[in-house]
């Protein structure tokens, strides 16, 4: 039964493909409202923002970028570096290293009905989300059908992963990805997020160990905005209207930009990658899990295994794998 849907549902591909060829084009200048700052506090105080701006386009151009875009694109950046990201890595850091809490004690695996160890996210895993999964996998059969038959990745779990990451794209994070990494990567100064450092009790006498992990940090935003950039001028995306995480990960997958170069897959074949759309995300993230070793006929422990390199918690990998255990038993 299965296997003759598929069929039927693979033999649309072609048409498919061949009428598939819209492109996204650059748009007009303008940065979307809800990027813009809520405070002018939540900012450096510092004048030269500008020049910031510009050191940061002058370095990804030594580093290869495409001149004449680079500069258009922050040029249309008329606003200083967000503190947020940054502020929000550097607390994270900071309470974990200095601020140890008494932990809740922690939830015990148990066992559960579904054969997949608990805890698992809250209200996750019921029926009704399972039903939403399976509408949107009957929706979106051709990318489902096409992603299991190249990668092995059986739909449920393709769709109960976006489920878990966008809430099947329902979600997209609030956040102009490109701006949160090209902010994080010229953040590198303590004084530059003031209203986090207030927060953290005896920040003033450590400002050397912020100093250090907010370089790391910056450089790693630093490669991610570049891969953010390659992948825009490459597939003739706008950055400025890329929605994001805070620390900038895209599409209904929300991959890193860096990981769209190992793993990104244009699903339907119209000569882009965009995680955006439905075929491409599910062809990307079935990409990424058959090449971090999603096999057919794992053990759940092995299956648990391979989802953790996509999220490294136990109750992420258990979650997916419940809510695409009860995908199933809908039939
Ligand atoms: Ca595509």
């Not at 922690?106 to 160890?117: H, R, V």
């Not at 038959?149 to 609030?174: C, D, H, I, M, Q």
């Not at 299956?303 to 009860?326: E, G, P, S």
Request: glycine share 6%; with cysteine; proline share 6%.
């Amino acid at each position: 039964m299965r296997s003759s849907r598929l069929f039927t549902i693979l033999l649309g591909i072609l048409a498919l493909s061949a009428s598939a060829c819209s492109k996204s084009t650059l748009q007009t200048p303008s940065v979307p409202a809800q990027s813009r700052p809520a405070s002018s506090m939540e900012f450096s105080q510092s004048a030269s923002w500008h020049e910031s701006w510009q050191n940061l386009s002058a370095k990804l151009q030594r580093d290869g970028l495409d001149a004449a875009r680079t500069n258009a694109l922050f040029a249309r950046l008329d606003m200083p570096p967000s503190a947020v990201p940054m502020g929000i890595k550097v607390k994270e850091l900071y309470t974990n290293k200095f601020l140890p809490r008494p932990k809740a004690q922690p939830q015990k695996p148990f066992k559960t009905k579904l054969g997949i160890p608990g805890p698992w996210f809250k209200g996750v895993v019921t029926t009704a989300n399972a039903k939403k999964c399976r509408d949107f996998i009957d929706q979106h059969a051709v990318a489902f059908a096409r992603a299991e038959l190249n990668y092995g990745v059986p739909s449920e779990v393709a769709a109960a992963l976006l489920f878990v990451e966008t809430r099947l794209g329902g979600y997209l994070g609030k956040h102009n990805a490109f701006y949160m990494l090209a902010s994080m990567a010229v953040t590198r100064d303590p004084a530059d997020i003031p209203e986090y450092m207030s927060k953290l009790p005896g920040s003033e006498n450590r400002i050397p160990w912020i100093r250090e992990k907010m370089a790391v940090k910056a450089d790693w935003a630093y490669k991610e905005l570049k891969a953010l950039l390659s992948y825009c001028y490459a597939n003739g995306l706008d950055p400025l209207k890329i929605k994001g995480s805070v620390y900038g990960a895209i599409g209904l997958c929300q991959f890193m930009p860096s990981n769209i170069f190992r793993y990104g897959v244009d699903g339907n074949a119209d000569g882009v990658i965009d995680l955006f759309t439905v075929d491409d995300a599910v062809a990307s993230l079935s990409n990424y899990l058959r090449r971090n070793g999603w096999r057919s006929n794992l053990s759940v422990t092995e299956q648990t295994r391979v989802l953790r390199t996509y999220n490294a918690m136990d109750i992420y990998a258990h979650t997916i794998l419940a809510l695409a255990r009860t995908i199933r038993q809908l039939g």
